[in-house]
């Protein structure tokens, strides 16, 4: 089982940026997901253990990034020009099945941290 931890939500106006983080306590395949009120969780984001793959959803290409720090056993993702409608949970997660198409999570969650967007 690996543990993650997420920090880095808040509140921004539209347009403005944020940079999520998850420390995670092994080395895996990492996802962002997010929750929005009354709708169904969201594969976000994804990338792969030495970052070969990358993934992300049609609705975030140009506007996120994700990275990460493997001597921290850290993935970020960089949200740039937010949107009202990013407004969610986003929770990192172990994933699987990583490519430029799609990814799944593994089964192990973060506690979620809100983003909200909203002047």
């Known amino acids: 089982q690996v543990q993650l931890v997420e920090s880095g939500g808040g509140l921004v106006q539209p347009g403005g940026s944020l940079r999520l983080s998850c420390a995670a306590s092994g080395f895996t395949g990492i996802g962002w997901f997010r929750q929005a009120p009354g709708k169904e969780r969201e594969a976000v984001s994804c990338?792969?253990?030495?970052?070969?793959?990358?993934y992300h959803t049609v609705s975030v290409q140009g506007r996120f990034s994700i990275s990460r720090d493997n001597a921290k056993n850290t993935v970020y993702l960089q949200m740039n020009s937010l949107k009202p409608e990013d407004t969610a949970v986003y929770y990192c997660?172990?994933?699987?099945?990583?490519?430029?198409?799609?990814?799944?999570?593994?089964?192990?969650w973060g506690q979620g941290t809100q983003v909200t967007v909203s002047s």
């Open positions: 997660a172990t994933a699987g099945s990583i490519s430029a198409y799609g990814c799944y999570p593994l089964g192990d």
């Open positions: 990338i792969s253990t030495r970052g070969v793959y990358i």
